[in-house]
DNA sequence: CTTGACAGCTAATTCAAATTAGCCTATTAT
DNA sequence: ATAATAGGCTAATTTGAATTAGCTGTCAAG
């Protein structure tokens, strides 16, 4: 990985773990294994860093967006994977979720570092958003659409019911982040959470 | 209110805002209307200034957690007032909760400070988790107990059906501290969460 | 082979923010 | 009445972090 990159991975780790007023160049530098001033090279300055990864992560979203759609053009074709979809396909596709939130360690880097920054300007709470409420809740929808389309679940309201699946899983994600020592517990919960969630809006026969 | 508190009152502000690193001791001074050496009068650094206003959190907290609990000392005396519960008293109950947490001004700057703070330390980090996440679904927990056990609510596991009534709140909560603008759309999701709620956990007939 | 751009370095420089020094006044307790 | 204290002020002082200046070696292109 060439300078200007390593620049912002490292970049990245420091300002999820204290926040970019806490970092100081000359910290980010030193992980690269350069001096401060050489910094100066690759960014015009301290923001620029931040800026591109900000910008960065924009761009690695859209493919990401791609990627999580198993099939991603063809919705429809989706259907087919979960046509047989029971509880334990239900688990896994929650756990996968939440260990992909969880420990990919782009998103989660850059998860840490929105949360600290979030308040900044409506740019920055817009990005939080958009990632880890809007966007969510619309592609699982859709999923979980499909599973209602089968009749596998049944309700009234997919956005709600998508929420209900959703919000805990989220909700023990930033118990994670913020004390990671109790992602068994978090584990734990969001297994019992599926199961209850697929009790509750699962075809009941 | 004396100067001491006025302190506290308007760093809070400001650190909710901004965070820690982002106020300066002058910004403080100035709000309190005071030149920034006059605060050393009241106390030794900035950082005592943060850690007094944790103090002063964690005690409001104690009484706090009394006045939440409607008549705190003998739980079920509780249970009288939800004998007769039904969706709408459970929609208002939710909507209360969320007001609370919404607009009480002490409340909302703290849980933004925090927000913002939580990666610094453990003890931070355990504060936020103790006060938005374990405290909230172990009073929550009691009282949907309580609906149980009067049979107006069924559910075999209690704690889960309390993450899936409270989580969605909570997240519902950071989206409008980071965007105030959605209140409006929050709130219409709230009632329609509880509603959904209380379908899916009501008793059924 | 030599030139220019690239990427590093050391040594300033700049600037802003926290804190300290030392003075003044008003209230308060003896 | 006066001495002590509390709480304010202005004017330093200190410190530390971001950035700039300007030098150097390397290597690829002509």
Not at 133 to 155: E, I
Request: proline share 3%.
């Amino acid at each position: 990985m060439d300078t200007k990159q390593r620049i912002l991975d490292e970049a990245l780790t420091l300002f999820s773990e204290r926040g970019y007023a806490n970092v100081f160049v000359n910290d980010i530098a030193e992980k690269v294994g350069i001096k401060a001033p050489s910094l100066y090279k690759h960014y015009k300055n301290k923001q620029a860093i931040f800026d591109a990864i900000i910008d960065e992560m924009s761009s690695k979203f859209e493919q990401q967006a791609q990627a999580l759609s198993i099939n991603g053009t063809n919705p429809t074709a989706d259907a087919e994977v979960y046509r047989s979809m029971d509880e334990d396909h239900l688990v896994k596709l929650g756990n996968d979720l939440f260990a992909y939130f969880l420990h990919d360690s782009y998103t989660k880097r850059f998860r840490k570092m929105l949360t600290l920054e979030q308040f900044k300007d409506k740019d920055l709470a817009r990005v939080y958003s958009e990632q880890y409420f809007d966007r969510p809740l619309s592609y699982q929808g859709m999923l979980l659409g499909l599973l209602v389309a089968q009749g596998l679940l049944v309700t009234e309201n997919v956005p709600i019911m998508t929420l209900h699946f959703y919000a805990p899983i989220y909700m023990l994600l930033t118990v994670c982040d913020r004390e990671p020592e109790r992602e068994q517990e978090a584990l734990e919960l969001m297994e019992k959470h599926i199961r209850q969630f697929d009790k509750i809006y699962g075809r009941n026969f």
